[in-house]
């Protein structure tokens, strides 16, 4: 008997092959527990270093480029493992390549332009209004 995604795509399909050059079926990727809570717990311990090195002042760059450094690699864990990235196709992982380096672009402009009217903006005296 012909599992219910086998009829679905045939019917998507008009009846024709659906073209796929191999016949195995994608199983689910099981990961096991002890990876999932390993994963959770260097999510947890990395939220925790991100507020720990708010109490830092490093500067007003470098405090955005740490934390949005932590950011990337919280990312990376959950894409990866939760979105199951590493045991996928290398296509999907260079898709995401591709997204992420784009990504990092926009954010390295945006701190180049924070950069620049940032100074400005904390010499600025703040008078009450009355």
Same mark, same amino acid.
């Given at each position: 008997?012909?599992?219910?995604?086998? /009829?679905?795509?045939?019917? /998507?399909?008009?009846?024709?092959?659906?073209?796929? $050059?191999?016949?195995?079926?994608?199983?689910?990727? @099981? @990961? %096991? %527990?002890?990876? $999932? $809570?390993? @994963?959770?717990?260097?999510?947890?311990? $990395?939220?925790?270093?991100?507020?720990?090195?708010?109490?830092i002042d490093f500067g007003y760059q470098a405090n955005l480029i740490v934390a949005l450094a932590i950011a990337v690699v919280k990312a990376f864990l959950v /894409?990866?493992?939760?979105?199951?990235?590493?045991?996928?196709?290398?296509?999907?992982?260079?898709?995401?390549? /591709?997204?992420?380096?784009?990504?990092?672009?926009?954010?390295?402009?945006?701190?180049?332009?924070?950069?620049?009217?940032?100074?400005?903006?904390?010499?600025?005296?703040?008078?009450?209004?009355?």
């Amino acid at each position: 008997m012909r599992s219910t995604p086998s /009829i679905y795509r045939e019917q /998507i399909a008009g009846g024709h092959k659906t073209g796929h $050059l191999h016949h195995e079926e994608h199983g689910p990727h @099981v @990961v %096991p %527990p002890l990876v $999932l $809570l390993t @994963v959770f717990a260097v999510l947890m311990l $990395l939220t925790i270093l991100t507020v720990a090195v708010t109490q830092i002042d490093f500067g007003y760059q470098a405090n955005l480029i740490v934390a949005l450094a932590i950011a990337v690699v919280k990312a990376f864990l959950v /894409i990866a493992y939760f979105m199951h990235l590493r045991y996928d196709s290398i296509f999907y992982t260079a898709i995401v390549g /591709i997204c992420i380096v784009f990504i990092g672009v926009f954010i390295i402009t945006t701190c180049l332009d924070s950069g620049t009217y940032a100074p400005l903006l904390q010499k600025t005296p703040v008078t009450p209004a009355s």
